[in-house]
């Protein structure tokens, strides 16, 4: 995961969205404080904060949605890595849900799910 992009909402405050890419997939993603600079990769995972609707779904075809034009709201089809710990990924971008996944939901399936926001710490 690189960062292609820095949106700064306040460089005082450190506080930015950031544009995250694995070469196939992008997502933004809320950043404070904010310590990356554009061409950096990340090791860490992003964050998925206020998820709803998590479900199974029978699509294979994995994708990161932004769901308005303002604002952080994402649509998210990821294959689970890990289940328990609640890991994710969509092409190389690895997430952790920072809410527990619904039961049922095993490693290696494919889920939907709406977030609040993703966050680079």
Known sequence: MK?????????????????VSDGSYRCEAYSQPCNVKVGDSLNDRLHLFGIRNAVLTETSELGIHKLDSVG??????????D??????????????ADDPLPGGIKDSDIITLECARIDLW
């Open 3 to 19: 960062i292609e992009d820095i949106r700064w909402l306040s460089k005082e405050a450190d506080e930015a969205e950031v544009l």
């Open 72 to 81: 952080l709201r994402h649509r998210v089809v990821a294959r689970v890595s």
């Open 83 to 96: 289940a328990q710990e609640g890991y994710l990924f969509v092409g190389d971008i690895q997430f952790a």
